[in-house]
């Protein structure tokens, strides 16, 4: 079983989409785009492209750099893209599943990429099923794609509005067919999504990171039940439902998101900064310094320590050359696999009261290592510091998360917890510090806290979602 998440002890972003239409260098700033967005999966990627004629695509297993040769890339012909990198479990990870997925029907053909989670795709599975349908993945994608071509529309936007009618969960898709690039984003907007310019061709990612790489100019974020049309006449946009309303997934600023991105305008590594000042001043503790676990951790510990006026230094330096290790799940190796990621600084933590920040805790694994390191290397006290609120509840939009039996803070106290991660003290950021971090301050609309909150903003059908299935 090979598991990162044992590694990180991280929830895990499911996937990252890309798209341009109407550039001679679309290929090739769809490689650069995706691997802007390699954080958002590493297990499979994939490029289709079309000249208005023909679709060529090409998909693998592996990093964006590892599927993509210069000669894989001069075999894709066009000037509109759409590209899509995935996470998924390893026993889960196949080629048939990796995006985006192309279809031929009776209306033509198009190329789909989608990053998300459908909540009910279990059910309109089954039923299209019971009608006939046979499914050749196990990704929730398809089963959009089955929806559209069932619908009496021959319009692609259409069957794309009447399938959306019928999905529930999260999603940013990208539609590509010979003539017409479309985008949606569910009525909650949980993921982020934007649109963008680049010598004139629009262009759309999951982070505004791809833009940067390729010299794009920013538009605007796609805004929750927004299906947006691009043609050579132009852009054409419109609400696909009325009932649209922003729970933006708090995780992208806590966590998923790459920190140079800014999500409705707010950058990323600015939140993160804000979200260490308040649990700063709901937690301060008398220490020596303030330290964070690289590198998601590294922005809320510089504000953590900024709010305090305590010293911020690095005790912890990332291996960067750890790849992705096919490992065993025991224990035993969970820790290895932190021994191998991280180094501690021991001259910088000798003899020191130390406060750590880290973003969140799931299981507990990561950072009980860490605190062992810390103490082996000579630090007379460790504060941890957590600059998001506990993590009880599953995630079921897009995100790799765990079971609720495993995640720590669902079965244990506090102190149980800090007693389990041998810290000397353990606090957490409220519910109510990152409400007003994000939401009061930085003026996010709305935002999903269930993994918090238990409160999710969707139905769910519990027994009917494989978490991690998604595109
Ligand atoms: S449940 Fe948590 S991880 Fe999932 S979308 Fe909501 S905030 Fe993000």
Known sequence: MHDQRLVDDKFTEECG??????????????????????????????????????????????LVTDVFTTDRLNKLQGDRIVGHVRHTTAWDNKITDAQPLVFKYRAGTFALAHNGNLVNASQIRRYLERQGSIFQTESDTEVIAHLMARSAYDQIDLALKEALSMIKGA???????????????????????????????YCLASETCAFDVIGAEYIRDVQPG???????????????????????CSFEFIYFARPDSNINGIN????????????????????????????????????????????????????????????????????????????????????????????????????????????????????????????AHPCYYGIDSSDREELIVAHKTLAEVCEYIGADSLEFLSVEGLREALLQEHGVNGLCLACFTGQYPTEIYPNENGVGKNG
């Open 17 to 62: 989409v890309f798209g341009i239409f109407g550039h001679p260098q679309a290929v090739e700033m769809a490689y650069y785009g995706l691997h802007a967005l390699q954080h958002r999966g590493q297990e499979s990627c994939g490029i289709a492209a079309t000249d208005g004629q023909e679709f060529t695509v090409h998909k693998g297993l592996g």
């Open 171 to 201: 999603y940013a898709i990208i539609v590509l067919t010979e003539n017409q690039m479309i985008a949606a984003l569910d009525p909650n907007g949980l993921r982020p999504f934007v649109l963008g310019k680049v010598d004139g061709a």
């Open 226 to 248: 927004e299906l947006i049309v691009i043609d050579q006449d132009g852009l054409q946009t419109g609400q696909f439902t009325r009932t649209a309303h922003q729970t933006l």
């Open 268 to 391: 990323v590594h600015q939140s993160r900064k804000l979200l260490g000042e308040k649990l700063a001043k709901e937690h301060p503790v008398d220490a020596d310094v303030v330290m964070g676990v690289p590198d998601s951790s590294i922005s809320a510990a510089m504000g953590y320590a900024q709010a305090t006026g305590l010293p911020y230094e690095v005790g912890l330096i990332k291996n960067r050359y750890v790849g992705r290790t096919f490992i065993k799940p025991s224990q035993r190796i969970r820790y290895e696999g932190v021994r191998m990621k991280l180094s501690v600084v021991r001259k910088v933590v000798e003899g020191k009261r130390i406060v750590i920040i880290d973003d969140s805790i799931v299981r507990g694994t990561t950072i009980s290592r860490i605190v062992r390191m810390l103490k082996d290397a000579g630090a007379k006290e460790i504060h941890v510091r957590i600059s998001s609120p506990p993590v």
